[in-house]
Each structure stands twice: as C-alpha cells, then as structure tokens.
C-alpha cells in the first residue's frame, strides 16, 4: 500500500494550489481519508478530512474557509484545493489512511504519504 502526494510548489500569496495523493495496493474506496501539514518543530496539524463515500468532510477551524477536500473513488486519488494562500500555509502537505471509524476522535492512521511541500512567498 502507497500514498503518493504531488502538487506542491512555490506560489504568491493570493495564490491557489491542487494538492493530489495517489493511493496505490489498497482498496481507496473502503477508507476514510485525511490531509495534514507539518511544521518543522511543531506536530501535525490534521487540516481536513473526508469520508470514504465523498459525501462528509471536516475542516481545521484554521483552513474552513480556503480548503477544500475531495475524492476521486474510481481513479484513488485524493485532494486537496488551498485558495487564498498566505505565507503562514507554507509547510509540508502530507495525506494519510485513516483506520477508525468516522465518529471516532481521535481518529487513528496506518498510512502516510511523504508529503508534498508548498511554500508561499512573494
């Protein structure tokens, strides 16, 4: 099983960018799915998750206006659109499986991708 994020790059603020994780050996479809970031020196910061049908998505209070998850079921591809960008969303973008059920909090996960890097700079 593999999580592959691309999609990331060097923008101005104002700007947009459509992350991807290709999910790859597992059935993508049967797994809720989240999107995190990571600043150096600070723990994961879990910005959005999705439900594995697609319908249900949940958003950090930080990002709910400018974020927005989705899936692709039928090509396992995950997504993530950042709108709006300011130099504070640079960071490490990485997706993950998660293995608990929806309601639970916290949530667990047994999957990670590498990480795609957006940095946002004028």
């Known amino acids: 099983a593999q999580l592959v994020e691309s999609g990331g790059g060097m923008v101005q603020p104002g700007g947009s960018l459509t992350l991807s994780c290709a999910a790859s050996?597992?059935?993508?479809?049967?797994?809720?799915m989240s999107w995190f970031r990571q600043v150096p020196g600070q723990g994961p910061e879990r910005v959005s998750s999705?439900?594995?049908?697609?319908?249900?998505?949940r958003y950090a209070d930080s990002v709910k206006d400018r974020f927005s998850i989705s899936r692709d079921n039928v090509q396992n591809i995950l997504y993530l659109q950042i709108n709006n960008l300011a130099p504070e969303d640079t960071d490490l973008y990485y997706c993950?499986?998660?293995?608990?059920?929806?309601?639970?909090?916290?949530?667990?996960?047994?999957?990670w991708g590498r990480g795609t890097q957006v940095i946002v700079t004028s």
């Open positions: 993950a499986r998660q293995t608990s059920d929806w309601a639970m909090y916290p949530p667990d996960y047994d999957l």
């Open positions: 999705i439900h594995k049908g697609g319908a249900i998505t």
């Open positions: 050996g597992f059935t993508f479809r049967a797994y809720h």
